[in-house]
């Protein structure tokens, strides 16, 4: 299992205490630090994925829990993704395109799972062009994330499932597009898997 250099950071320091408390003569107490180490690495683990050969599915761009599908008043399609600390962070592009923009909002830190986390949370919203259409992909974080880290930059082309970011410790994506052209293919409570599971199918080609 491939792990991000991003947990580094977090797992080195709690090993480096396991070990020191282990030279020490204390391997009980150094058990906690060792624990929480690997567990930073399991966060941070990053498998490799297959994407299924489907030329209209969108799919998931997060491991997770689906807690909203809702067409919005200004026509889009929204599908919601909830990632629990228990799921792969890694986010993936749902549809082969280029991205046209990138937005980064500092934002609040509101439970990820909340409407108004939507609008008001550290988010990075990215736009992509394609040729059936655009849509939009927004990372958001949730009440423990701190950082989120994206990888996607204007003009830069991605594949369907390829790797865009991932955000720390808990959080959300969102997914937005064209409702009169998309049909939804999950509901509230499904769980879906970046890069696997298809959230949505453009409905013909342009």
Same mark, same amino acid.
């Given at each position: 299992?491939?792990?991000?250099?991003?947990?580094?950071?977090?797992?080195?320091?709690?090993?480096?205490?396991?070990?020191?408390?282990?030279?020490?003569?204390?391997?009980?107490?150094?058990?906690?630090?060792?624990?929480?180490?690997?567990?930073?690495?399991?966060?941070?683990?990053?498998?490799?994925? &297959?994407?299924?050969?489907?030329?209209?599915?969108?799919?998931?761009?997060?491991?997770?829990? &689906?807690?909203?599908?809702?067409?919005?008043?200004?026509?889009?399609?929204?599908?919601?993704?909830?990632?629990?600390?228990?799921?792969?962070?890694?986010?993936?592009?749902?549809?082969?395109?280029?991205?046209?923009?990138?937005?980064?909002?500092?934002?609040?830190?509101? *439970? *990820?799972?909340?409407?108004?986390?939507?609008?008001?949370?550290?988010?990075?919203?990215?736009?992509?062009?394609?040729?059936?259409?655009?849509?939009?992909?927004?990372?958001?974080?949730?009440?423990?994330?701190?950082?989120?880290?994206?990888?996607?930059?204007?003009?830069?082309?991605?594949?369907?499932?390829?790797? &865009?970011?991932? &955000?720390?410790?808990?959080?959300?994506?969102?997914?937005?597009?064209?409702?009169?052209?998309?049909?939804?293919?999950?509901?509230?409570?499904?769980?879906?898997?970046?890069?696997?599971?298809?959230?949505?199918?453009?409905?013909?080609?342009?």
């Amino acid at each position: 299992m491939v792990i991000r250099e991003e947990a580094f950071p977090f797992a080195g320091p709690l090993a480096l205490v396991a070990a020191v408390l282990a030279a020490l003569g204390h391997p009980i107490a150094a058990a906690f630090p060792a624990l929480a180490a690997a567990a930073v690495c399991a966060f941070f683990r990053d498998p490799e994925r &297959i994407a299924p050969e489907d030329s209209r599915a969108l799919l998931s761009p997060a491991d997770g829990r &689906i807690v909203k599908v809702q067409l919005l008043a200004e026509g889009q399609l929204m599908v919601s993704v909830f990632m629990s600390v228990f799921d792969v962070h890694v986010n993936r592009s749902p549809f082969g395109g280029t991205v046209k923009s990138v937005a980064y909002n500092p934002g609040k830190f509101m *439970a *990820a799972w909340s409407d108004k986390a939507s609008l008001d949370n550290e988010q990075v919203r990215m736009l992509f062009d394609t040729p059936m259409g655009s849509y939009q992909v927004v990372m958001i974080a949730g009440l423990v994330a701190r950082r989120i880290v994206c990888w996607a930059t204007p003009g830069r082309a991605f594949v369907r499932g390829e790797r &865009i970011g991932l &955000i720390r410790f808990g959080s959300r994506v969102d997914i937005l597009l064209p409702g009169e052209r998309t049909t939804s293919l999950v509901a509230v409570g499904d769980r879906v898997r970046a890069g696997l599971t298809p959230l949505a199918s453009w409905n013909a080609t342009p």
